[in-house]
């Protein structure tokens, strides 16, 4: 399964941005803290359960800044994936958007295909109120 999220103008600095979430301490941030719980998290690693479902870890797998960076989730998720996060310098600012590379069965896709677009919109949302400040 593959999901991309709507891309939005960032209003900073490719450099700035990449710097922001390169640091996974900062996706906490990026999440609507109203469903997150159990935070834990360092430069490279986070952590934290869903309301409702399931503890999804993740890791920095590749940083090819200041244009992309990999995400990885660990063992605790409930399924393999890849999250990708697409940063480029355009007039007014950085296009910011993620895509999602998923190994889930064909009735699991069908469960959590729409959550999971709604939050990678979320976030691309987010990381655009965090520098409109």
Not at 3 to 28: M, Q, R, T, W
Not at 63 to 90: M, R, Y
Request: charged share 25%; glycine share 4%.
């Amino acid at each position: 399964m593959k999901i991309e999220s709507k891309k939005v103008i960032v209003p900073a600095d490719v450099n700035e941005v990449f710097a922001y979430v390169e640091d996974l301490n900062n996706f906490k941030s990026l999440l609507p803290l109203d469903r997150i719980s159990d935070w834990d998290s360092n430069n490279d690693f986070c952590t934290f359960k869903v309301q409702g479902t399931a503890t999804i870890d993740l890791h920095v797998e590749e940083k090819n800044g200041p244009n992309n960076l990999v995400l990885k989730s660990g063992e605790k998720s409930p399924f393999p994936f890849t999250l990708e996060i697409f940063l480029n310098q355009v007039e007014g600012g950085t296009e910011a958007y993620q895509k999602v590379n998923a190994s889930v069965n064909p009735f699991l896709k069908m469960m959590v295909e729409k959550p999971l677009t709604n939050l990678f919109d979320f976030i691309a949302d987010r990381l655009t109120a965090v520098f409109s400040k």
